[in-house]
């Protein structure tokens, strides 16, 4: 039962807000209704992040997808429905966003630092909303810093958290194959060889799936090497 009315609050934990909603949250608000809630998503998620690290990476991109499309409503979590082309299966989301299993699963823990509760859970999804509003790897600067304007956040806004986030988080090779088989300027050679080669992630379209890491110098390692390696034409995607 605890998991039943719990499992929306995990997407809750982290930060980014919903503008609408803003005035009734509260780092307490489920104190009263449903006091097992932080402890029981602190739980499943340090269960789920010791069976693999890499899902650290996996729920803040499942939290960012799902406040990016009318705020942070839980509405990423909504399977499509006959009347309804919910946002799983968007661009940027279908075989590619992870993490629904843990949401799904939660079952004992607590809070590691205090987030402001009580988004109500959404009842709809919007795929097309997902399409327009969810970043892609084909997005120019300009068209990423618009989108982000959008919604109030600036270009530090855009560039901090994809350093901080991605340090442990991987990426397909669907996402990179142009870029290391079209000999770019941007992209290190050695790099685009070894991704091309050894991954392999070749011109044919073989091996979307294989995954590379964001941050190939020091995978897992929170530093920031991410943005070193963008400097030295060491990033993933373009
Ligand atoms: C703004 C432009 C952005 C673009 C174009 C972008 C694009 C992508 C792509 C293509 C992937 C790989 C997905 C796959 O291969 O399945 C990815 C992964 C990831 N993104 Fe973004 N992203 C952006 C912003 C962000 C932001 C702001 C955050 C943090 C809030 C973020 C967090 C992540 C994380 C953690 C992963 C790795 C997920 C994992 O390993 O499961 N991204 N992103």
Known sequence: ??????????????????????????????????PSALSTIRGAI??????????????????????????CDGSVLLD???????????????????????????????????????????????????????PRFTNSLSELTSSFSSKNLNQRDLVAPLGWSTYIGQAKCFSFRDRVNSNASDIDPELARSLRE?????????????????DALTPNTFDNSYFRNLVDRKGLIP
């Open 1 to 34: 039962m605890a998991s039943r009315l719990c499992f929306t609050f995990t997407i809750l934990l982290m930060s980014l807000s919903c503008l609408p909603c803003q005035a009734q949250l509260s780092s307490t608000f489920y104190d009263r209704t449903c």
């Open 80 to 134: 499509d429905t006959s009347s309804m082309n919910g946002e799983k299966n968007s661009l940027s989301n279908a075989n590619s966003l992870r993490g629904f299993d843990v949401i799904e699963n939660v079952k004992v823990g607590g809070p590691s630092w205090a987030v402001k509760l009580g988004r109500r859970d959404c009842l709809t999804a919007s795929r097309d909303l997902a399409d327009q509003n969810l």
């Open 46 to 71: 340090s269960a789920a992040v010791s069976r693999e690290q890499r899902m650290a990476a996996s729920l803040i991109r499942l939290h960012f997808h799902d406040c990016f499309v009318r705020g």
């Open 198 to 214: 050894d991954l392999p992630c070749p011109a044919d379209g073989s091996g979307n799936a294989n995954l590379a890491p964001f």
